[in-house]
């Protein structure tokens, strides 16, 4: 009897597995390090709301039981959070599972799906997966190119992601601009606006796109508890959209995709809004931090409205990865992120940022008397 490969699909055949930010406890074991600073996963540096850890350990009595699919208590109070019904919300194992789900219920063979070259890399993937086409417009100064996408528009055409504020570049679109473009995308199109870190941002040129739902049927909100809220281990994110979008996902869903650990800390974490605001001014103070060392130092970035930051060096990113690596410090290389000569970090405590800030130095230093 003769084996042969087991026929896989073409599509997937052509695809290579998502590389992540390099896990600690990978790191410690490769280098025998025993403290290591991770800023390469846009992390909360500082965890997750007291609240929501007291919730998950009493949650855990209740692990035997399966949770409720819809998270309704969560969505409940999501909605009355936002102002909006909560037959508009749909949780999904992180914000990924509902870009998954989006593609899986919209893309077929030979549909299009707009975004920014570079962006979040889920997107293409899962249009990919699905058997479509990533149309990618390069960004403009690390800002999506809304014209562009616009003009990029075609009768395939199902679907248009603008990633606000933008992984990896960290830059958000101007308000007018993104409302102009609201106004103008076809209604039969998909235009997901995926808002990972909204709680970030803090500039008037920021869109609310939360009262557009209203008079734009196909205007979809991704939102996450990975990020400001601490949670990313949990996987909990939702999506924001019309309630007849979510009953086509619905069919496509898992029936049990949030556990109950994350839907009980998500809910609490929705009390805290201290955590929340203490998070997004430390974040800004960090920011500043890094801004202006990073001045000092000559390099320049995008001008970011995250927790991260994507530095330009003269240089690989890859070189300076393995270099910060080897001190202990987790960067993201560009090279993965479509951009070879920058590097991006997350925004960590003043102790990580000023480890990270030496540690840049050090490498940076290195290079200088090669
Ligand atoms: C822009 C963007 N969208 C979505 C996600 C996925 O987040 P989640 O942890 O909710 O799946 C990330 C995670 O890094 C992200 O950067």
Request: aromatic share 8%; with cysteine.
């Given at each position: 009897?003769?084996?042969?490969?087991?026929p896989?699909?073409?599509?997937?055949?052509?695809?290579?597995?998502?590389?992540s930010g390099?896990?600690?406890?990978?790191?410690q074991?490769?280098?025998?390090?025993e403290?290591i600073v991770?800023?390469?996963?846009?992390e909360?540096?500082?965890?997750?709301?007291?609240?929501?850890?007291?919730?998950?350990?009493s949650?855990?009595?209740?692990?035997?039981?399966?949770?409720?699919?819809?998270a309704?208590?969560?969505?409940?109070?999501?909605?009355?959070?936002?102002?909006?019904?909560?037959?508009?919300i749909?949780l999904g194992?992180?914000?990924?599972e509902v870009?998954?789900?989006?593609?899986?219920?919209?893309?077929q063979?030979?549909?299009e799906?707009?975004?920014?070259?570079?962006?979040f890399?889920?997107?293409?993937?899962?249009?990919?997966?699905?058997?479509?086409?990533?149309?990618?417009?390069?960004?403009v100064?690390?800002?999506h190119?809304l014209q562009?996408?616009?003009?990029a528009?075609?009768?395939?055409t199902r679907?248009?992601?603008?990633?606000?504020?933008?992984?990896p570049t960290?830059?958000?679109v101007?308000?007018?601009r993104?409302?102009?473009?609201?106004?103008k995308?076809?209604?039969h199109?998909?235009?997901?606006?995926?808002?990972?870190?909204?709680?970030?941002v803090?500039?008037e040129?920021?869109?609310?796109?939360?009262?557009?739902?209203?008079?734009?049927?196909n205007l979809?909100i991704?939102?996450?508890?990975s990020?400001i809220?601490?949670?990313?281990?949990?996987?909990?994110?939702?999506?924001?959209?019309?309630?007849?979008?979510?009953?086509?996902?619905?069919k496509?869903?898992?029936p049990?995709?949030?556990?109950?650990?994350?839907?009980?800390?998500?809910f609490?974490s929705?009390d805290d809004?201290?955590f929340v605001?203490?998070c997004a001014r430390?974040?800004?103070e960090?920011?500043n931090y890094?801004?202006?060392?990073?001045?000092?130092?000559?390099?320049?970035?995008?001008?970011?409205h995250?927790?991260?930051?994507?530095?330009?060096?003269n240089q690989?990113?890859?070189?300076v990865?393995?270099?910060l690596?080897?001190s202990?410090?987790?960067?993201?290389?560009?090279?993965?992120?479509?951009?070879?000569?920058?590097?991006r970090v997350?925004?960590?405590?003043?102790?990580?940022n000023?480890?990270?800030?030496t540690?840049?130095?050090?490498?940076?230093?290195?290079?200088a008397?090669?």
């Amino acid at each position: 009897m003769t084996f042969s490969k087991i026929p896989v699909r073409k599509k997937i055949e052509e695809l290579s597995p998502y590389v992540s930010g390099k896990p600690i406890e990978e790191v410690q074991r490769e280098l025998g390090l025993e403290t290591i600073v991770k800023l390469a996963s846009n992390e909360n540096p500082y965890g997750c709301s007291p609240l929501a850890k007291e919730a998950m350990i009493s949650e855990m009595a209740q692990a035997s039981f399966y949770p409720e699919g819809m998270a309704p208590s969560l969505a409940e109070k999501l909605a009355r959070k936002l102002s909006i019904k909560q037959d508009q919300i749909i949780l999904g194992n992180g914000s990924d599972e509902v870009i998954r789900l989006l593609t899986r219920t919209y893309i077929q063979q030979n549909d299009e799906a707009i975004m920014a070259d570079v962006t979040f890399p889920r997107y293409e993937t899962n249009v990919l997966i699905d058997g479509g086409t990533p149309v990618k417009i390069p960004l403009v100064n690390g800002v999506h190119d809304l014209q562009r996408m616009h003009e990029a528009i075609t009768e395939n055409t199902r679907m248009i992601f603008v990633c606000n504020p933008n992984n990896p570049t960290g830059t958000i679109v101007q308000k007018e601009r993104l409302r102009a473009f609201i106004e103008k995308v076809p209604k039969h199109i998909l235009l997901i606006v995926d808002e990972a870190y909204y709680e970030y941002v803090n500039d008037e040129d920021y869109l609310e796109t939360l009262p557009l739902l209203h008079g734009h049927a196909n205007l979809v909100i991704l939102r996450t508890f990975s990020k400001i809220h601490g949670l990313a281990a949990l996987r909990i994110g939702y999506g924001i959209m019309d309630a007849t979008i979510i009953q086509e996902l619905i069919k496509v869903k898992e029936p049990f995709n949030t556990n109950r650990l994350a839907q009980s800390a998500a809910f609490a974490s929705l009390d805290d809004d201290d955590f929340v605001e203490q998070c997004a001014r430390r974040n800004e103070e960090g920011r500043n931090y890094l801004e202006n060392e990073l001045t000092r130092m000559g390099l320049s970035f995008f001008p970011s409205h995250a927790n991260f930051l994507m530095i330009k060096l003269n240089q690989p990113g890859k070189d300076v990865f393995e270099k910060l690596l080897a001190s202990g410090v987790i960067i993201r290389p560009g090279h993965l992120l479509g951009y070879d000569d920058t590097i991006r970090v997350t925004i960590g405590t003043l102790h990580e940022n000023e480890k990270f800030i030496t540690s840049l130095q050090n490498a940076m230093n290195e290079t200088a008397s090669v």
